[in-house]
């Protein structure tokens, strides 16, 4: 079954087409990549889906139901959740506190809960903190809570906005570049993890990446977008050996030397 | 001759001559002689000459390459003859045209011929500038010989230790731990806290329950702006319109004229605390969906809109237009008539505790951190499942409702209300005194309020200074203590974060007391 069918969706800015007739099917518990060359409108696609930006054209239909005019909250309360390309996280908050806010749309308390201290108000915040605490140790942060996320190293930051996205109790996690800015090392971590999210929460992951070695490695299906259009789509071994691809990366330019390095 | 002790000299004697040409010599003069009970002002005018050479010999001496002792009288040499140069040149000068009855004050509207004899100390021209000259040189010289003095002797650095050993050892005492570690300590502290307050308005008088209960109701508005700033970073610069509204509403709702409804005070106090708070939320359902500069400016533009309306003659028989609202009801409670300066004091102390009481619950609750995390990134915010709007105008409405509520206190106190007590002036004394205390945290909004309603409250004199003033206090602070007087803990660690020795002592304190 498909967790998320995207039909022709179409994006555009002013006279640019950033994103134009994709068509794909993400299956349910699958880890699903979409790659590309720069500018090639994957984040814009991932916005797509996410609310920010309402297509022009076509239709996200997202567990049945359709997303698009859907507010991002409310598609973010439906089961989708992100990360972003350069980390976004709140900064001034502590570790804990970014987790928590992840949760907010699964809360309840309100302000008169929270100024009288009711007691389902107290209950609530003391099994959030517990989950939020869960999540930490999860995404191997054990001991970090207090810390302000701007504190935090550069791979734990990656695995706090990984941790936040996953207190929403997402079905599907979208990853915008997760390994951006890594060492190998770090990327064969992220890797491993991303197949643990998968096989240990059976959460679903569209997965943008520029990183050719993540993608073979971990993808069961690749979409290509180049210039917003879908101009291919198959296995790792399928897209490896494809012309068009090979060409769209070719003509940017040193990309391809990654393809063929793995 | 350094250019750089010139340069000092050339900076000090121009600060000075500004400080002259704006009256604040003259001011200085005549606060010292009330204070003092002095014969004339003269000391205290020249006292503040003095100490800044003075200080312009420090700073002189501090960019200056070399510390040695002649290098330093040198330095300080320069800086007085550059600083005494002006200052004489300028006595001189004014002293003369001001005995030829040339009329100074027709440009220069503070040099008036009283500020001019305090200059002169009442003698010719001649003599008051070769005796400013002197006074210049010796302060300069001064200056740079105590900033020698500080360097070799290491004042400061002995001072801290023995401060922080001090600090350390009434901690070590047995009394003070063992009241720390007392179970009810806290309930103690919050015991004596509430009685000081509950008896304060008995013994303070007229004069300081009605300045206080001002101070008291600006500390509500630093709370209620507080929501809307500091935790969800909404920058509101129209706060006063919903102050207005709910002064408005208590008004027009309890006083005779011009409606003649007469309600009593306690139905009239809600009303006015949900029509501010609606009309936050009618503010903010347009505003909210612009971000940063432009809500700013938008928010601004409405303030002035509801106190040019209050003002305007189409609304004189709803309102009462330029001429306010007069006889503003007062609470009454079993008979009793509770409207005066000490009552209202209970009222509005009573208010801050259940302002600050609830905004402290919100603050650590799911409200609270999906209003920090707009604050933060509101795009993020809203793809973490964040209603953002939803969140916004909860934060604009509780903001406006607690204004509100501090407004209808404050037409039913002072018994009027009139469209000149809602002028931008009071946004920005809000904002200012939120961000001096310390944005986000609750006693600095109280110290915030004291400094910046209570002390020119206090120090009249000073009232045509109060924009210079506030100006320069907030400069200063930015520069100095971005965190505000009293920081919330918060944002002490996001600031000061990288400042790891100014965090090890606390952290050192609290272990110890384990």
New interface residues.
């Given amino acids: 079954m498909n967790l998320l069918e995207s039909h022709k969706v179409t994006k555009q800015f002013g006279g640019l087409l950033a994103v134009n007739t994709v068509s794909l099917n993400v299956p349910e518990n699958s880890i699903f990549s979409v790659i590309g060359p720069n500018g090639a409108g994957k984040t814009t696609f991932f916005n797509c889906i996410t609310g920010f930006y309402k297509p022009e054209e076509g239709d996200l239909i997202f567990n049945g139901h359709s997303l698009v005019g859907r507010r991002p909250d409310q598609i973010t309360a439906m089961g989708i959740a992100r990360t972003y390309q350069n980390i976004r996280l709140f900064d001034d908050m502590t570790a804990i506190e970014n987790i928590l806010v992840g949760q907010h749309h699964r809360l309840h308390s309100g302000i008169f809960g929270a100024v009288f201290q009711l007691v389902g108000t107290r209950q609530e915040e003391k099994k959030a903190l517990e989950e939020a605490q869960e999540l930490l140790d999860f995404v191997g942060l054990q001991g970090k809570g207090d810390i302000f996320a701007k504190n935090l190293p550069y791979g734990d930051q990656r695995r706090l906005e990984i941790a936040r996205a996953l207190a929403t109790k997402p079905k599907l996690l979208l990853l915008d570049e997760p390994t951006a800015g890594m060492n190998p090392v770090e990327t064969v971590e992220m890797m491993a993890f991303i197949h643990h999210l998968r096989d240990e929460l059976g959460i679903t992951i569209l997965l943008i990446e520029h990183d050719m070695k993540l993608v073979m490695g971990v993808s069961e299906w690749i979409v290509v977008l180049d210039y917003g259009m879908n101009i291919a789509e198959g296995t790792p071994t399928e897209i490896r050996s494809n012309q068009r691809v090979i060409e769209a990366y070719l003509g940017r330019g040193s990309d391809f030397a990654l393809v063929q390095g793995d | 001759m350094k250019r750089t002790s010139l340069e000092s000299g050339l900076l000090i004697g121009c600060l000075s001559l500004f400080f002259i040409v704006l009256g604040v010599t003259s001011l200085t003069g005549s606060l010292v002689q009330d204070w003092f009970k002095l014969s004339s002002p003269i000391l205290g005018g020249w006292l503040l000459l003095f100490l800044m050479t003075f200080w312009g010999g420090t700073l002189a001496f501090k960019k200056s390459p070399s510390k040695s002792w002649s290098e330093t009288l040198r330095t300080g040499l320069s800086v007085g003859l550059v600083a005494g140069i002006m200052l004489a040149l300028t006595i001189w000068g004014l002293g003369t045209l001001n005995a030829q009855a040339v009329p100074i004050r027709e440009w220069l509207v503070q040099l008036t011929p009283a500020a001019i004899a305090m200059l002169t100390m009442g003698r010719a021209p001649v003599v008051a500038a070769l005796l400013m000259f002197v006074v210049m040189l010796l302060a300069g010289i001064g200056g740079a010989a105590w900033a020698y003095a500080a360097l070799h002797y290491q004042w400061r650095s002995v001072l801290n230790t023995r401060w922080l050993s001090a600090r350390e050892s009434v901690i070590n005492m047995s009394l003070v731990q063992k009241y720390q570690q007392h179970q009810y300590s806290k309930q103690i502290a919050y015991g004596v806290g509430a009685l000081v307050l509950l008896t304060a308005p008995l013994y303070l008088g007229r004069y300081w329950n009605y300045t206080l209960g001002t101070v008291g109701l600006y500390v509500i508005l630093g709370l209620g702006l507080n929501v809307v700033v500091g935790m969800a970073g909404l920058l509101d610069l129209g706060y006063v319109a919903f102050f207005a509204i709910g002064s408005y509403t208590m008004a027009l709702l309890t006083a005779p004229q011009p409606h003649d409804i007469v309600m009593s005070f306690w139905l009239a106090l809600p009303i006015g605390v949900l029509l501010a708070a609606c009309a936050g939320v009618l503010l903010g359902i347009p505003v909210l969906r612009m971000r940063g500069d432009y809500l700013a400016i938008v928010t601004l533009g409405f303030g002035e809109i509801i106190r040019i309306l209050s003002k305007s003659d189409v609304l004189t028989d709803f309102s009462g237009g330029p001429r306010g609202v007069r006889a503003v009801g007062g609470p009454m409670l079993f008979g009793l008539n509770l409207n005066n300066e000490f009552y209202f004091m209970y009222f509005i102390i009573l208010g801050i505790i259940i302002v600050a009481?609830?905004t402290h619950?919100?603050q650590?609750?799911?409200?609270?951190?999906?209003w920090?995390?707009i604050r933060?990134?509101e795009?993020?915010?809203?793809?973490?499942?964040?209603?953002?709007l939803k969140y916004k105008l909860?934060a604009f409405a509780?903001g406006s409702g607690f204004a509100g509520f501090s407004g209808a206190l404050f037409a039913s106190r002072n018994k009027f209300t009139g469209p000149e007590d809602f002028t931008l002036l009071v946004s920005i004394n809000v904002l200012s005194l939120v961000i001096i205390g310390g944005m986000g945290s609750i006693p600095g909004v109280i110290v915030g309020a004291l400094v910046l309603k209570g002390l020119p409250e206090m120090l009249r004199q000073l009232d045509d200074y109060r924009m210079l003033a506030f100006g320069g206090l907030l400069v200063i602070m930015m520069i100095l203590r971005p965190e505000g007087l009293i920081p919330s803990s918060?944002r002490k660690?996001?600031l000061h974060?990288d400042e790891s020795e100014a965090l090890v002592p606390d952290v050192l304190v609290e272990g110890g007391e384990v």
């Fill in positions: 009481y609830a619950q919100l650590r609750s799911r409200v609270g951190r999906a920090m995390a933060e990134d795009d993020v915010a809203e793809a973490m499942g964040i209603n953002t909860l509780m918060r660690m996001e974060d």
